[in-house]
C-alpha cells in the first residue's frame, strides 16, 4: 500500500505539473504526459524504475476505455456521411504508409515480418495530438481538417485489425500473453477447443454483446437512471466497460475490439452522451497514465548510443508519412496549402504506435532494440508536430488562405449539432421539430429517462443526461453549437445553468423559456440575452380569438395583439430592473398598465388607435372634406 | 455631407442576386444608414414613431426594392401607409420630410426594351412609379431620376458587380454633397 501510494504521487504530481506546463507552451496534453514521464523516469530522475512496465501495462485499459469512447462516436450516420474519405484516404494512407515504411525498412536490411509489422505500427498517427492542434486553431471546418479526420477515424479503427494480424507476423511461435491487446490469450477456457467450436464461442460472445448491449444495457440503465444517483451510474458504466473486457478475454477475444463493439453498439442508445461523459476522466487518468509510462520507458542511453540512427528514423518517418499523405491530397484534389497542412498534421506516429508497439514486443513480433528505437522516434516525431503546424501557419497560411476561408458552408464532420435543447416537454419538443423542419440538426437532452425512451421509440435523436454537468455538455458537443435553448421551465435550475454556460462556453448563445412574468424578470436579471416568455403568445392568440368572436374584426384584433405585445415586452425590460423592490415594482406596472390601455382605447370617435393612425381618415375628412361627417354624428 | 438612409425591401433575400449585391455595396459606407425592413418587421409591424424619427435624421433617403408586379414590395407599401401619417408627413401641418430627397432604386426583371410605350409592359418605369412619385411629391419632399437595373434575369456576375458599383458610386455622392442637405426648404 506504501510503495502504490508513493507510486501514485510521483506519477499524478508529474502530470499536474507538466501538463499545464505543456499546454502553456503550445505542446498539448500528451507531450506533457510524455515529458513527465521522461522527467520521472530513470534517465533523469529516476523515481520510477522497474514497475514502469507493470504500470504501462496497467494503464493499457486507458486504450480499451479509449476504444469504448471512440465506438460511442461512431454513429453509424456519420460513419455513412464519411465513407468516402474514410474508406478511400484513410484506407490509402493506412496502407499506403505501411508499404512505404515495410519497403524501406526491407531495403535497410529488416525480415520482411519486422519491416511490415513496424509499417503497420508507424501507419498510425496521432488523434490525440492532430484534434488538439487542429481544433485549438479553428482549422477543424478546413479542407484539411475533415480530411485529417476522416484518415484518423479510419486508422482508429484500423487498430483493432491490425491488432489481430501482429501476431501472425511473429519472429518466434506464441509469446506472453498480452494484457490490453488482442490475440489469443493464455488464460482463455477455449485454449482446448477444436477450432470450429472455437469459432462457435467467439460469434456467440460478440452475439451476446450485440443483444445485450441493444436490449438489456439500456433497460437497466434507464432502471439506474429513474433513481437519479450519478455515483451508481457511473459505476455501472464502468462495470459495463470492464465487464465486456472480461468477457472478451474469457473467450480469447482483443477487448479493445470488445469494448469498442460494445461503444459503436450504445452509440444510437440515448445513454451515449452520459455513458461518454462518465468513462472519459478515467480514460482521460489511465491514457495519461499511459503516455507517463511511456515517457520513463525512452531508453535515453540507447537514444545516446545510436543518436544518428534515432534522428535518421524520426526525419525519414516524418518524410515518408507526409510523401504519402501529400500524394493522397493531390489525388484527392485538395488546394496546394491545403495539402500541405493536411501531410504535416498526420506525418507524426501516435499514442497508438505505443499499444501497438508494447503489444508487438509481448508477441515477439519486434526485437526489443527495434521497438525501444520506435518509441523513441514516434515520440520525438510528436513532439515536432505542433512546430509543424506552427511553421506551416507562419511560412504557407501566410496569404490568408483557405485555412481561414472556411467560410463556405459545411456538414459538421463530428456529427454534432449547431444547437443543443436542454428539455424535450412538450415546449422543447416544438422548438426541435420547428428546427429540424428547417434543416438545423438539434442535440437534446432530457432529465426523464421515461419521456426519452417514449421520445425515441418516436424516431427523435434524444439523450439522456443531466445538463448541469460541464462534462456532458461538452460531450453533447458544447465546443462547436452555437446556440442552446433552455427549456425546462425551472427558473432556478435554469439560471444556475445559465451561469455555468457562459463560464465554461462563453461561445454558446443562450435562449430560455421563461415561466411567467416573474420568470423572465429572473432570467434577464441573470443575464440570459434571449428569454422568451411560455405563454404570451398562445395568450393573446386565444384574445384575438375572444375579440373576434365578441365582434371585432380579425386584422384589427390582431394588429390590437401585435401592439400590445410590442409595450408588454417594452415594460418588462423596464421592470426587470426592480422587480426585487416590491414597491417600485408595483408602481412602476401600474403605471405600465395605465400606458398601455391609453395607447390601445381607440379615441372616442371610434375610430383607430393612435399607432394606426395614419389608417384613419378622420383627420382627412376635417382637412379636406367640406363637411366632417363627426360633426353630424 | 448628407446624411443617407436606405430603406431596403426585399421579402426572400436569400435567393436574391442583384439587390443583395448592390446592398452589400453600400450597406457599411460611412454615413449610410442601412435599414433593412423585412428584416425589422418579419411581422409588418412597423414601428411608427422609430420610423418617423429615423426620417427626421437623415438628408436623402434611398428606396431600395426589387420591382414586383409593376409596384413596391407588400411592406414598403405597409410603411407608406402607417409611417407617412397625415399631419406629420403632409397635410397642411404636415412638414417634417419637407426637402428631404427620395431617390428609388429599383432592379427589374423586364429589360429597357420591354417598357415604355408600345412596348411589351405598355408603359414605362416613370410611368409604373407615377404613385410612388406623387407620394413623394406631396410630402414636400425632392424626387431624384429613379436608379433602375433592368433585365436582372439576364444579367451574369460581371454585370451585377457592375450595377452594384454603380449604385454605390451614387449614394457615396449623396453623402459627399454639401447641396443636398443645404437644400433643403
Ligand atoms: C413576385 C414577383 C413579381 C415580379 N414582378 C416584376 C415586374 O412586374 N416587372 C419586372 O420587370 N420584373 C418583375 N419581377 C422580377 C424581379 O424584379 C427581379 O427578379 C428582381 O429585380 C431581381 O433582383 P434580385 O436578384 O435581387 O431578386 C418580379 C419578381 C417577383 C418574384
Known amino acids: 500500500m506504501q510503495a502504490f501510494l508513493v507510486a501514485a504521487t510521483v506519477y499524478l504530481a508529474a502530470a499536474v505539473v507538466a501538463v499545464p506546463v505543456a499546454k502553456r507552451m503550445g505542446l498539448g496534453s500528451v507531450l506533457g504526459y510524455l515529458i513527465a514521464g521522461v522527467v520521472i523516469g530513470p534517465s533523469v530522475l529516476g523515481f520510477v524504475g522497474a514497475e514502469g512496465q507493470d504500470v504501462m501495462h496497467a494503464a493499457e485499459f486507458g486504450v480499451v476505455m479509449m476504444l469504448f469512447v471512440v465506438g460511442l462516436e461512431l454513429e453509424p450516420a456519420l460513419l455513412w456521411r464519411l465513407r468516402g474519405a474514410l474508406a478511400g484516404l484513410g484506407g490509402l494512407q493506412v496502407a499506403g504508409t505501411a508499404a512505404a515504411v515495410g519497403a524501406a525498412g526491407v531495403a535497410f536490411g ?133 465487464g465486456i473486457a472480461v468477457l472478451m478475454q474469457f473467450v480469447g477475444l482483443s477487448p479493445a475490439l470488445g469494448t469498442f463493439l460494445g461503444g459503436v453498439v450504445l452509440a444510437t442508445s440515448e445513454f451515449r452522451h452520459e455513458l461518454e461523459s462518465d468513462i472519459e476522466p478515467f480514460k482521460g487518468l489511465l491514457l495519461g497514465l499511459f503516455f507517463i509510462a511511456v515517457g520513463a520507458s525512452i531508453d535515453f542511453p540507447l537514444i545516446g548510443r545510436e543518436l544518428g540512427t534515432v534522428l535518421g528514423l524520426v526525419a525519414g518517418l516524418v518524410l515518408l508519412k507526409a510523401a504519402v499523405l501529400y500524394a493522397l491530397g493531390t489525388g484527392a484534389r485538395m488546394g496546394r496549402d491545403q495539402r500541405l497542412l493536411f501531410a504535416l498534421a498526420l506525418a507524426q506516429g501516435g499514442e497508438f504506435c505505443f499499444v501497438l508497439l508494447s503489444f508487438a514486443t509481448q508477441n515477439r513480433v519486434l526485437p526489443e532494440r527495434v521497438a525501444g528505437l520506435l518509441v523513441a522516434t514516434v515520440a520525438l516525431s510528436m513532439a515536432m508536430t505542433p512546430l509543424l503546424l506552427v511553421a506551416w501557419e507562419r511560412f504557407v497560411a501566410t496569404r490568408a488562405s483557405s485555412a481561414t476561408d472556411a467560410g463556405r458552408p459545411h456538414d459538421d464532420v463530428h456529427g454534432e449539432h449547431a444547437v443543443i435543447i436542454v428539455g424535450f416537454g412538450d415546449f422543447g419538443s416544438t422548438v426541435g421539430r420547428y428546427l429540424n423542419a428547417n434543416g438545423v440538426d438539434t442535440t437534446v437532452l432530457d432529465l426523464d429517462s421515461d419521456r426519452v425512451d417514449v421520445l425515441r421509440r418516436l424516431g427523435l435523436r434524444v439523450f439522456y443526461g443531466d445538463a448541469s454537468r460541464e462534462d456532458l455538455l461538452r460531450s453533447a458537443g458544447a465546443d462547436t453549437a452555437k446556440l442552446i435553448i433552455l427549456t425546462s421551465g425551472d427558473t432556478e435550475a435554469m439560471r444556475t445553468l445559465a451561469g455555468r454556460i457562459r463560464h465554461a462556453f462563453p461561445h454558446l448563445t443562450i435562449l430560455a423559456r421563461a415561466s411567467g412574468r416573474v420568470g423572465a424578470y429572473e432570467l434577464i436579471e441573470a443575464e440570459v440575452p434571449h428569454v422568451v416568455r411560455e405563454s404570451l403568445d398562445s395568450a393573446l392568440h386565444l384574445g384575438v380569438e375572444a375579440l373576434h368572436l365578441l365582434g371585432v374584426r380579425r386584422h384589427e384584433a390582431w394588429r390590437a395583439a401585435q401592439r400590445f405585445r410590442r409595450h408588454d415586452d417594452a415594460t418588462l425590460r423596464e421592470l426587470a430592473k426592480v422587480f426585487r423592490d416590491r414597491a417600485a415594482h408595483l408602481s412602476l406596472a401600474r403605471e405600465a398598465i395605465r400606458d398601455l390601455e391609453q395607447s390601445m382605447r381607440a379615441d372616442a370617435t371610434g375610430g383607430v388607435p393612435p399607432d394606426d393612425g395614419a389608417w384613419d381618415p378622420e383627420s382627412l375628412r376635417a382637412e379636406f372634406g367640406a363637411r366632417p361627417p363627426s360633426a353630424t354624428g | 455631407m448628407s446624411r443617407v438612409l436606405i430603406l431596403f425591401a426585399h421579402p426572400a433575400l436569400r435567393t436574391s ?169
Open chain 2, 17 to 185: 442576386r442583384v439587390q443583395r449585391a448592390m446592398a452589400d455595396a453600400v450597406r457599411d459606407l460611412p454615413g449610410v444608414t442601412f435599414h433593412d425592413l423585412y428584416e425589422a418587421y418579419p411581422d409588418f409591424d412597423v414601428d411608427v414613431p422609430a420610423e418617423q424619427a429615423r426620417l427626421s435624421a437623415h438628408d436623402v433617403i434611398v428606396l431600395q426594392h426589387p420591382l414586383y408586379w409593376y409596384s413596391v414590395p407588400p411592406l414598403v407599401k405597409q410603411w407608406f401607409d402607417l409611417v407617412l401619417e397625415h399631419g406629420w408627413a403632409y397635410g397642411s401641418q404636415g412638414r417634417a420630410l419637407e426637402g428631404k430627397v427620395l431617390q428609388v432604386a429599383l432592379s427589374a426583371g423586364g429589360r429597357a426594351q420591354a417598357y415604355g410605350p408600345g412596348s411589351f409592359n405598355g408603359y414605362s418605369i416613370a410611368q409604373f412609379l407615377a404613385p410612388v412619385e406623387a407620394t413623394v411629391r406631396l410630402c414636400r419632399m425632392r424626387w431624384a431620376e429613379p436608379f433602375t437595373v433592368m433585365g436582372t434575369h439576364m444579367m451574369g456576375a460581371a454585370d451585377i458587380r457592375e450595377a452594384a458599383a454603380r449604385y454605390a458610386a451614387l449614394v457615396r455622392g449623396y453623402v459627399e454633397s454639401d447641396a443636398v442637405a443645404a437644400g433643403g426648404r
Open chain 1, 110 to 242: 529488416l525480415p520482411w515480418r519486422t519491416a511490415l509489422a513496424s509499417g503497420l505500427i508507424l501507419a498510425m498517427s496521432s488523434t490525440a495530438i492532430v484534434l488538439q492542434s487542429l481544433q485549438e486553431r479553428g482549422w477543424m471546418k478546413t479542407d484539411a481538417g475533415q480530411k485529417s479526420f476522416a484518415v484518423l477515424l479510419f486508422q482508429d479503427l484500423a487498430v483493432i485489425p491490425i491488432l489481430a494480424v501482429l501476431p501472425l507476423l511473429a519472429l518466434a511461435p506464441e509469446g506472453a500473453a498480452a494484457p490490453g491487446g488482442g490475440g489469443s490469450h493464455g488464460g482463455a477456457f477455449v485454449e482446448h477447443l477444436p477450432g470450429w467450436q472455437r469459432a462457435l464461442v467467439t460469434i456467440g460472445a460478440v452475439a451476446l454483446l450485440v443483444g445485450v448491449g441493444r436490449s438489456v444495457v439500456p433497460a437497466a440503465f434507464r432502471l439506474i437512471a429513474r433513481a437519479r444517483l450519478r455515483e451508481t451510474f457511473t459505476a455501472a458504466a464502468l462495470l459495463l466497460v470492464i
